[in-house]
Nanobody, 120 residues
Framework: QVQLVESGGDLVQAGGSLRLSCAAS????????MGWYRQAPGKQRELVAA???????NHADSVKGRFTISRNNDKNTVDLQMNSLKPREAGVYSC??????????????WGQGTQVTVSS
């Protein structure tokens, strides 16, 4: 079994910064990719940023230049540095992991989510 635990959500003023962290634990053979999605009230969940084991990244166009995803492969963590936050970027940020638990077995796991509130 694999678990993802997020932290770092908070209330911040527009233009401010936050750093989200997600730690994976449990039966992990390898982590193929980890990343972050955001769901605003009344909207669908959308990809914010993702990173593969090899270091390739994918950031949503709306956050390029302001958000940066990073991983620590030794600690099985992924962070999301968010700068110049905008009110419309408030929502629940959820971490996901594409994780191989043993050779030939891969699971897709979600964390519980962490709330980000951006005041105008």
């Amino acid at each position: 079994q694999v678990q993802l635990v997020e932290s770092g959500g908070d209330l911040v003023q527009a233009g401010g910064s936050l750093r989200l962290s997600c730690a994976a634990s449990g039966s992990i053979f390898s982590i193929n990719a980890m990343g972050w999605y955001r769901q605003a009230p009344g909207k669908q969940r959308e990809l914010v940023a993702a990173m593969t084991q090899g270091g390739s990244t994918n950031h949503a166009d709306s956050v390029k230049g302001r958000f940066t995803i990073s991983r620590n492969n030794d600690k099985n963590t992924v962070d999301l540095q968010m700068n110049s936050l905008k009110p419309r970027e408030a929502g629940v940020y959820s971490c996901y992991g594409d994780i191989t638990t043993r050779p030939g077995v891969t699971v897709y796991v979600w964390g519980q989510g962490t709330q980000v509130t951006v005041s105008s």
